[in-house]
């Protein structure tokens, strides 16, 4: 297993990444918590629970976990949750939607397994309320609904300091998404919709530093509006290819290829190895099921 330690915004922020080492993955795939004055921000992967104990165990008192915020019930960011609560006694908290799916045993699939680890423990977590102070109270979190990705996802934002806590709501990039008959059922208009929610919120914050699970800190909403911006272009392009592909009397699946072939040229390997679970082809099913109204 890899751990890594990083500190944001002069050590105020220590992000706690994990990811396992199996010799089948060609690069590390992250996962992140964040801990802030006693605020720990999700509890990482099954697979990970190991080193985040061992990582609690050297805690001052000062630094010492004083509760926790699970975003959403996806195993890479809720593993660790009971052994919070069991062995360190750490109230976790959750929204109201996501408080029945933590409480349930989890499959998924073999690949999300070799990532992630297996033996998720369920748990029950505390309601969460509009908002969460951190141990001192020096930071005050607002929670924002973000679905999209999860239906339970949320974000959280701590407007004075310009600090937004994304986690999986935002991608970097929009290639793939999981389809909807895995148990990841992305809408890529709904994760439209929340970004948007995101960068109306954050509307006056010139200084806005956003965290991900794993894949960075973006800064501005600038970032937002690219992203905006990119799904944009996506949705029309999706349609205007399908559109093409049936003047060609082209059909189903002859469509789904050609619409395929002009966006992305070929699947990405993602979705071979994820046996289509995450791959191009879900996410052009996602912009093409998405009317344009624009």
Known sequence: M?????????????????????????????????????????????????????????????????????????????????????????????????????????????????????????????????????????????????????????????RKKQWAFITDAVMPKYQMIFGKDTDIPEDISLIFQSIKKLYDFAEGMDNLLLFTSGKGVYKGRSFLKDRMDEITSLHLKAHRFQNEAKQKGLLDKQLLRYVLKKMFKRENFVGTLTRGGLSNKNLILSLLEWPIDY
């Open 2 to 158: 890899v751990v890594q330690i990083v500190y944001h915004c002069n050590n105020e922020i220590l992000e706690w990444k994990w990811s396992s080492d199996s010799e089948l993955m060609p690069q590390p795939f992250w996962t992140s918590v964040f801990l802030i004055d006693g605020l720990l921000i999700d509890a990482g992967a099954p697979g990970g629970v190991g080193d985040l104990r061992k990582f609690i165990k050297t805690l001052n008192s000062e630094n010492m976990i004083e509760k926790c915020v699970i975003t959403h019930n996806h195993e890479d960011h809720c593993g660790g949750g009971r052994m919070l609560r069991e062995e360190f006694n750490i109230p976790v908290f959750a929204s109201k939607l996501a408080i029945p799916l933590l409480m349930k045993e989890k499959e998924y699939p073999d690949y999300r397994q070799m990532t992630w680890g297996v033996d998720y423990q369920p748990f029950q977590a505390d309601l969460l309320k509009d908002s969460i102070r951190s141990k001192s109270g020096k930071y005050i979190f607002e929670i924002i609904d973000t679905p999209g990705h999860a239906p339970e996802l949320i974000s959280l934002i701590e």
